[in-house]
């Protein structure tokens, strides 16, 4: 009984030591406009299309801001010139777990349906090679497309948000220097046309695309990493 009383009393002492290191630190959050102006809108290979730091059309709407309350949601469009295909990188920025709840949000906003996420590692030469990503294809009024989602934070790169309240929490509790994080997505259509209806080609079909997409998304880091402020989005 005393043995019991004691751990209590002890977990309660350090929940309290816990809560006053945390509440002792402020960290300056970001802004939408430093973010826009922060991340690229030419990448060499790729014909600049729109962004949504010159184009209202291209943001996300009210409540994906009202659900999310971030920093900033950052979009950029381009044309492969050499396929043709769109291309799109979004970067959401924040630093309490209610930004990154749920990334389907995101795709609803824009009417994208998503078929067979999954996690998959994408390899990503700027970021340091293989990253773990969460993969899928979609389709939206009859058009197929391939994507990935990734989130960098103090706790390093996750395929998925499970894990960054945690990581979010130790970095505060440790007294790191940042506590932010951002959801990288990237999206690319058409996808391509598998040889057959079967899941041996459809896989194929996907495997060809996410290789196409995590080129286009090492093109789009390297330029980043370029920027004045780009280690804040590449050093996880």
């Known amino acids: ?51 949504s730091r010159s184009n209202e059309a291209a943001k996300m709407d009210d409540n994906t801001y009202q659900i999310l309350k971030p920093f900033g949601i950052v979009v950029r469009q381009f ?17 309490t777990r209610k930004s990154f709840h749920d990334p389907q949000i995101c795709f609803s906003a824009q009417q994208w349906a998503l078929i067979d996420p999954g996690k998959r590692e994408v390899d990503i030469p700027a970021l340091g090679g293989k990253i773990p990503a969460t993969t899928m294809a979609l389709e939206r009024s009859g058009t197929r497309g391939v994507a990935m ?23 505060k509790l440790l007294m790191k220097d940042s506590i932010d994080a951002q959801f990288f997505r990237f999206i690319m259509s058409p996808a391509t046309q598998p040889d057959s209806a079967s899941p041996e080609d459809v896989e194929k079909a996907l495997v060809a695309d996410l290789a196409t997409l995590s080129k286009f998304a090492d093109v789009f880091f390297t330029e980043l990493k370029k920027q004045p402020d780009g280690a804040y989005y590449t050093q996880h």
């Open 149 to 171: 989602y990734f989130y960098g934070g103090p706790g390093g790169w996750r395929h998925s948000p499970l894990i960054l309240p945690i990581d979010l929490t130790m970095a």
């Open 1 to 51: 009984m005393k043995f019991r009383l004691k751990l209590v009393i002890g977990l309660f002492v350090v929940a309290g030591i816990a809560a006053a290191t945390i509440s002792s630190k402020t960290y300056e959050e970001k802004t939408e406009e430093w973010m826009e102006a922060s991340i690229p809108e030419e990448l060499p290979g790729y014909q600049f299309s729109t962004s």
């Open 79 to 95: 044309v492969g010139p050499s396929d043709g295909r769109y291309y799109e990188a979004t970067i959401i920025g924040g630093n």
